[in-house]
């Protein structure tokens, strides 16, 4: 069975304070690895898929990497905009097609 | 380009009664799929249509029941409602699977 665990659960952080986020998995074939962010009330936003071992993907200050065990989402000089909740998933390969397994998220609070 | 919508935003029923929700993806995507979302349990996988046949289903009963048209737009049925049903409901749609877009969700409340 596929699993994901995110860490940590809560993260407060100063505005500017760099620090990174945890996702670690056990996949049967990891065809993709997924992050998104979701504010109170809304649907998940697309952030980045990472696909093999050693990718890394960057969209302003948040950069995501892959190893075959985990993945970390790092936050750079983070605003208090960018507090959120941060999803990871894993898509299996095989015939999961459109399944997502995702793990409970990491709430984001960034302190002017 | 247009977002996945879903519709409604918000329902409130009764336990007995039955309920469907309505997504429509992205233009272009022919694969949707459907989560719930709560508290406790996180986002939990539904079940997976492409061209109108299912190609998934994660592990809930046999009163989640979903169906896809032609013009990829799904619905999603639940039939005599319990309280526990009561959750954020989000579909997601894709082109290649290499990305899902999520909507907006519909709450369901059951009282």
């Known amino acids: 069975e596929d699993q994901v665990t995110q860490s940590p659960e809560a993260l407060r952080l100063q505005e500017g304070e760099s620090s990174s986020l945890n996702c670690s998995y056990t996949v049967s074939g990891l065809r993709g690895l997924f992050w998104y962010r979701q504010d109170p009330g809304k649907g998940p936003e697309f952030l980045f898929t990472l696909y093999s071992a050693g990718e890394e993907k960057e969209k302003e200050r948040l950069k995501a990497t892959l190893t075959k065990k985990e993945s970390f989402l790092h936050i750079t000089a983070p605003k208090p905009e960018d507090s959120a909740t941060y999803l990871c998933?894993?898509?299996?390969?095989?015939?999961?097609?459109?399944?997502?397994?995702f793990g409970q998220g990491t709430i984001l609070t960034v302190h002017p | 380009k247009a977002g996945v919508t879903q519709t409604p935003r918000y329902l409130i029923k009764t336990r007995g009664q039955q309920v469907t929700l309505s997504c429509s993806p992205i233009?272009?995507?022919?694969?949707v799929s459907w989560y719930q979302q709560t508290p406790g349990q996180g986002l939990q996988f539904l079940f997976e249509y492409f061209s109108e046949t299912q190609r998934n289903k994660g592990n809930f009963p046999g009163r989640f029941s979903g169906r896809q048209f032609s013009n990829s737009r799904s619905e999603m049925n639940v039939s005599t409602l319990e309280l526990g049903d009561s959750a954020l409901y989000l579909c997601?749609?894709?082109?290649?699977?290499?990305?899902?877009?999520f909507g907006p969700g519909t709450r369901l409340t059951v009282l």
């Open positions: 233009s272009g995507h022919r694969s």
């Open positions: 998933a894993v898509q299996a390969g095989g015939t999961s097609y459109g399944k997502l397994t």
């Open positions: 997601a749609s894709s082109f290649n699977y290499n990305e899902q877009f």
